[in-house]
């Protein structure tokens, strides 16, 4: 069964570092995969996107030049690095798989579970 | 730009709902639209993707549209059923960020 499972999550202190990762398993890792996060009891919220072969990258505004975001299709896993964390980046952190559509747009077509991201002195 | 939807929405099994999500700015049609289905404590998941095209395995009571007049989409439940309640995101995209709306919380009483 394809699926998409993030790890990485945790309480971290503000201004502190955390990196999650995202494994795809049960489908060939030649896809472009997104970070969506989502605040306690909020809306999602874009953050990051890599293509599938690591050359394009962009990143919302909200954590351009704090995080990072890498692969390595050798593992099948994808990562976000996150820096200088504050209190505003807590939040349910889920990875997900975009996919062509029928009439050439892209979409997220499966998503993981999501890791936990606590940013608390 | 923004996408803009109601906070939340609420109707009655075997009825129709339409939930809507408008553009801020630029054209509703200058990029695809797609809607999303997050039910609590579950991740999100894809209901229509490229304006109106259903996702795998998605019953056909889903459907959607964009209307250029009002710059803005929307999605269509009919008939409700109980499972249905859950929030729903719409999402499009400029070429280098992704936006979501805000997301309906759809209550079936």
């Known amino acids: ?121 | 730009f923004m996408l803009t939807q109601p906070h939340s929405v609420s109707e009655s099994p075997g009825k129709t709902v339409t939930i809507s999500c408008t553009r801020s700015s630029d054209s509703i049609g200058d990029s695809f639209v797609q809607w999303y289905q997050q039910r609590p404590g579950s991740a999100p998941t894809a209901i229509i993707y490229e304006d109106n095209q259903r996702a795998s395995g998605v019953p056909g009571r889903f459907s959607a549209s964009i209307d250029r007049s009002s710059n803005s989409a929307s999605l269509t439940i009919s008939p409700l059923q109980t499972e249905d309640e859950a929030d729903y995101y719409c999402q499009s995209y400029d070429g280098t960020s992704w936006v979501f709306g805000g997301g309906t919380k759809l209550a079936v009483l």
Not at chain 1, 19 to 44: E, M
Not at chain 1, 63 to 92: C, E, H, W
């Open chain 1, 1 to 121: 069964q394809e699926q998409l499972v993030e790890s990485g999550g945790g309480v971290v202190q503000p201004g502190r570092s955390l990196r999650l990762s995202c494994v795809a398993s049960d489908f060939t890792f030649n896809y472009g995969i997104h970070w969506v996060r989502q605040a306690p009891g909020k809306g999602l919220e874009w953050v990051a996107f890599i293509s599938d072969d690591g050359a394009t990258q962009h990143f919302a505004d909200s954590v351009k030049g704090r995080f990072t975001i890498s692969r390595d299709n050798s593992k099948d896993t994808v990562y976000l690095q996150m820096s200088g964390v504050s209190p505003a980046d807590t939040a349910m952190y889920f990875c997900a798989r975009y996919v062509v559509g029928v009439k050439g747009g892209y979409y997220f077509d499966l998503w993981g579970q999501g890791t936990l991201v606590t940013v608390s002195s």
